[in-house]
């Protein structure tokens, strides 16, 4: 799990994207003049909060061991997390940042040399910019940023865990249905990168990433 001060600096990151976000945004209404292409439907800007819950699908690629053996551990699970974002419009362009959260569980286990080993990332956060295309109250829209988790690797005398940082990319649409609340599906692709490090003198290296599909609602304050 997440030391309290990693989620900590998380959420405070987050809700100062937010409120820098909300302040820019209400100044560059004032100020700011266009012609959309279209009649606006729904008014996408503004701050917004959420929860997800969906499925992960992780890939551990380790070699283990001297001379090393390669192997593939595939955790997967319910994985659900709470979210905070800003959004700007102009005519059907929505753009914005957003910050999440999320928690997994499962893991996967495999035998090397007669010895049980266990993989598992128990959480990922993220921080991400959105641009989308709103349709009426539907928006399409592609995500990417920076992304934050756990790696464990673990034996039965021994274990290895360690915070990495990669990236994320992914997609998903929204739909409003009513004037504060939307809902969506969305999909992402992580990479944490590579770990290495010893399990009781047995060495080994992994590369990391997951795929993770789930379905959030959110609530935007006006």
Do not use: C
Not at 12 to 17: L, R, Y
Not at 31 to 59: K, N, Q
Not at 82 to 96: E, H, K, L, S
């Amino acid at each position: 799990m997440p030391s309290r001060a990693i989620v900590s600096a998380l959420f405070v990151a987050a809700q100062a994207v937010a409120a820098v976000g909300a302040t820019s945004y209400a100044q560059a209404s004032d100020d700011m003049l266009f012609t959309p292409a279209a009649p606006v439907v729904y008014d996408w800007s503004g701050v917004y909060a959420g929860l997800s819950a969906g499925v992960s699908w992780d890939e551990f690629d380790a070699l283990i061991g001297t001379p090393p053996v390669r192997t593939t551990f595939d955790p997967s699970g319910f994985a659900a997390g709470a979210f905070t974002g800003v959004n700007f419009q102009n005519g059907p362009f929505v753009y914005g940042v957003e910050a999440d959260i999320n928690f997994k569980l499962g893991d996967d286990t495999g035998v090397i040399a007669g010895v049980p080993f266990t993989a598992d990332s128990d959480w990922f956060a993220t921080l991400r910019g959105r641009a989308g295309y709103a349709v009426d109250r539907y928006m399409f829209y592609g995500t990417g940023g920076l992304a934050v988790g756990d790696v464990s690797l673990s034996a039965p005398a021994a274990s290895f865990s360690d915070t990495k940082v990669g990236w994320t990319i992914g997609a998903g649409i929204e739909a409003a249905i009513t004037d504060n609340f939307t809902v969506r599906g969305e999909y992402l692709y992580t990479d944490l990168g590579k770990a290495s490090g010893t399990l009781g003198g047995t060495p080994f290296s992994t590369e990391f990433d997951s795929h993770t599909v789930r379905a959030g609602v959110t609530y935007k304050f006006k």
